[in-house]
């Protein structure tokens, strides 16, 4: 059984930090790339970052520069480091996973449950 778990939200001051996981299982991480998605309330859900099974990322422009991902085969997880976060990155984000970094989160055939991020003073 396919299932993602994603961890690590919460509520942090503007500039603060966060770093979210996202636990795998039922299938080996080595292969598959992970994206993460994030929708805030009354809008459509945008792509936030993916990483290729080849370990290639990319970064919506809105977090370049302060948003990480990153991947660890061995323990199934990947990750997404959230700096210097402002109340705009405020939103439910989600990993998803699939053969490739899909532009459009519709094409990618496993999600999480998400995890709420608020970034308020």
């Known amino acids: 059984q396919v299932q993602l778990v994603e961890s690590g939200g919460g509520l942090v001051q503007p500039g603060g930090s966060l770093r979210l996981s996202c636990a795998v299982s039922?299938?080996?991480?080595?292969?598959?790339?992970i994206g993460w998605f994030r929708q805030a309330p009354g809008k459509e859900r945008e792509g936030v970052s993916c990483?290729?099974?080849?370990?290639?990322?990319d970064y919506a422009d809105s977090v370049k520069g302060r948003f990480t991902i990153s991947r660890d085969n061995p323990k199934n997880t990947a990750y997404l480091q959230m700096n210097s976060l402002k109340p705009e990155d405020t939103a439910v984000y989600y990993c998803?996973?699939?053969?490739?970094?899909?532009?459009?989160?519709?094409?990618?055939?496993?999600w999480g449950q998400g995890t709420q991020v608020t970034v308020s003073s």
């Open positions: 039922g299938f080996t991480l080595d292969y598959y790339a």
């Open positions: 990483i290729g099974s080849d370990f290639t990322t």
């Open positions: 998803a996973a699939d053969t490739f970094c899909y532009a459009d989160p519709r094409d990618f055939g496993s």
